[in-house]
């Protein structure tokens, strides 16, 4: 049963909470707007993996911005200005999409943007939540997230692959734009939310170092991060769903949407039944095993054929091994971490859950332009569960973990 206690206790949270619905559903239309488009004007599996590096090149730069200010500043106003940022992001988008035809440096500009913004205020949010519902109901909030992740990325890629179909890429952004509304005025309605300790304390390239050092120096909470790359970099196969629905299911946009929605159904079928998560004692195994099914579930789906259903299904198992990886993951990582610390924590765990499928997508399309599209799967799912192995046996300290009052 899903615990719904942090949402009836917390206003501060349903605000933020109810937000992120808004403008995270809007996202998901310019995510795979522009996968699509860029498939469109230049046929070129390099070209869309191409995307994803622009996008990894914004998020390095957004997250040594933010990194130096972000456990420094109300949190709340971080929040209200990134989604001014963002929904000019989609502005230029949506000009280039009616214009017709914009030049790729547009739009790899255009994603490089999103991705610098999303890089401070992803962690702003992230950051908020330990705040807002406190220690004991993290586990139970962090699965709300999920929940809240996963409905948007089974409704906005379906939605956006039918809008792309009827009436356009312009039709995506504008809808993008118009729901960065949504956070912003939630936040406005929020309480500030300063820093607990001296506001004057590490800011600059010194809170940079001091979050870095904190990494190094918890092996715990590094050993997450490291095996949320290995299954990001090598089993997200997201950026080869265009041409996969064109040349092996042979079908178009509305199946791209299918595509990128499948593993947001298994992950919200996860996370509703994610009520059991405070009963496990050993979650840095549950991570471990998590990640392996994930990149066997990937490997399973390059091996279908043309048969739409069971790639679906193979997608949907992958989806709910993450989402059980990505529970376990942020609660160890958050309980491990001060809040002193919690924002620049962030910035990192932002930079790996997000870089990592950014740098996969120039992986997986850089494998498919020098093979094909099902060996680049393949390969990164069989990758995957090797590199889980690797981690667990690098990291004892994940494998040893245990919370005395479940996770």
């Given at each position: 049963?899903?615990?719904?206690?942090?949402?009836?206790?917390?206003?501060?949270?349903?605000?933020?909470?109810?937000?992120?619905?808004?403008?995270?559903?809007?996202?998901?239309?310019?995510?795979?707007?522009?996968?699509?488009?860029?498939?469109?004007?230049t046929?070129?599996?390099?070209?869309?993996?191409?995307?994803?590096?622009?996008?990894?090149?914004?998020?390095?730069?957004?997250?040594?911005?933010?990194?130096?200010?972000?456990?420094?500043?109300?949190?709340?106003?971080?929040?209200?200005?990134?989604?001014?940022?963002?929904?000019?992001?989609?502005?230029?988008?949506?000009?280039?999409?009616?214009?017709?035809?914009?030049?790729?440096?547009?739009?790899?500009?255009?994603?490089?943007?999103?991705?610098?913004?999303?890089?401070?205020?992803?962690?702003a949010?992230?950051?908020?939540?330990?705040?807002?519902?406190?220690?004991?109901?993290?586990?139970?909030?962090?699965?709300?997230?999920?929940?809240?992740?996963?409905?948007?990325?089974?409704?906005?890629?379906?939605?956006?692959?039918?809008?792309?179909?009827?009436?356009?890429?312009?039709?995506?952004y504008?809808?993008?734009?118009?729901?960065?509304?949504?956070?912003?005025?939630?936040?406005?309605?929020?309480?500030?939310?300063?820093?607990?300790?001296?506001?004057?304390?590490?800011?600059?390239?010194?809170?940079?170092?001091?979050?870095?050092?904190?990494?190094?120096?918890?092996?715990?909470?590094?050993?997450?991060?490291?095996?949320?790359?290995?299954?990001?970099?090598?089993?997200m196969?997201?950026?080869?769903?265009?041409?996969?629905?064109?040349?092996?299911?042979?079908r178009?946009?509305?199946?791209?949407?299918?595509?990128?929605?499948?593993?947001?159904?298994?992950?919200?079928?996860?996370?509703?039944?994610?009520?059991?998560?405070?009963?496990?004692h050993?979650?840095?195994?549950?991570?471990?095993?998590?990640?392996?099914?994930?990149?066997?579930?990937?490997?399973?789906?390059?091996?279908?054929?043309?048969?739409?259903?069971?790639?679906?299904?193979?997608?949907?198992?992958?989806?709910?091994?993450?989402?059980?990886?990505?529970?376990?993951?942020?609660?160890?990582?958050?309980?491990?971490?001060?809040?002193?610390?919690?924002?620049?924590?962030?910035?990192?765990?932002?930079?790996?859950?997000?870089?990592?499928?950014?740098l996969?997508?120039?992986?997986?399309?850089?494998?498919?332009s020098?093979?094909?599209?099902?060996?680049?799967?393949?390969?990164?799912?069989?990758?995957c569960?090797?590199?889980?192995?690797?981690?667990?046996?690098?990291?004892?300290?994940?494998?040893?973990?245990?919370?005395?009052?479940?996770?």
């Open positions: 049963m899903l615990d719904l206690t942090p949402l009836r206790v917390s206003r501060d949270y349903r605000l933020l909470w109810t937000g992120q619905f808004v403008s995270e559903l809007g996202y998901q239309f310019a995510r795979v707007a522009i996968y699509v488009q860029v498939f469109e004007l046929g070129s599996a390099a070209a869309v993996g191409l995307t994803g590096l622009t996008g990894l090149g914004g998020l390095l730069a957004g997250s040594l911005v933010g990194s130096s200010f972000i456990d420094a500043r109300d949190r709340r106003s971080i929040l209200m200005w990134s989604q001014v940022f963002l929904a000019l992001a989609a502005a230029i988008l949506l000009v280039g999409a009616v214009a017709g035809d914009p030049p790729l440096t547009l739009i790899y500009g255009a994603n490089a943007l999103t991705a610098f913004v999303g890089a401070i205020e992803h962690p949010r992230s950051a908020m939540t330990t705040r807002l519902v406190g220690t004991d109901l993290l586990p139970a909030a962090l699965t709300l997230n999920q929940v809240l992740w996963q409905t948007v990325n089974i409704v906005g890629p379906a939605a956006a692959g039918v809008a792309i179909s009827a009436f356009g890429f312009g039709a995506a504008a809808i993008d734009l118009v729901t960065y509304a949504g956070l912003l005025i939630a936040a406005t309605m929020m309480r500030p939310m300063p820093p607990e300790h001296d506001p004057g304390a590490a800011i600059g390239w010194a809170a940079v170092k001091e979050g870095l050092a904190f990494v190094r120096a918890n092996r715990l909470v590094s050993s997450t991060f490291a095996i949320d790359l290995v299954a990001m970099v090598f089993g196969p997201a950026a080869l769903f265009p041409i996969l629905a064109i040349t092996q299911f042979h178009g946009p509305a199946i791209v949407g299918l595509l990128f929605a499948a593993p947001s159904v298994g992950a919200l079928a996860g996370a509703l039944s994610g009520g059991w998560v405070r009963r496990v050993r979650p840095g195994i549950a991570v471990i095993w998590a990640v392996a099914a994930w990149g066997a579930a990937i490997a399973a789906f390059g091996l279908v054929g043309s048969n739409l259903p069971l790639a679906l299904a193979f997608l949907a198992l992958a989806g709910a091994a993450d989402v059980i990886s990505a529970i376990f993951r942020s609660t160890i990582a958050q309980l491990a971490t001060p809040d002193r610390l919690r924002g620049r924590l962030s910035t990192i765990f932002i930079v790996v859950v997000t870089g990592g499928p950014r996969g997508d120039f992986e997986a399309g850089l494998m498919a020098w093979f094909t599209p099902t060996i680049s799967v393949v390969t990164g799912g069989l990758a569960i090797a590199g889980a192995g690797v981690v667990a046996l690098a990291y004892p300290e994940l494998r040893r973990h245990r919370s005395a009052a479940g996770t």
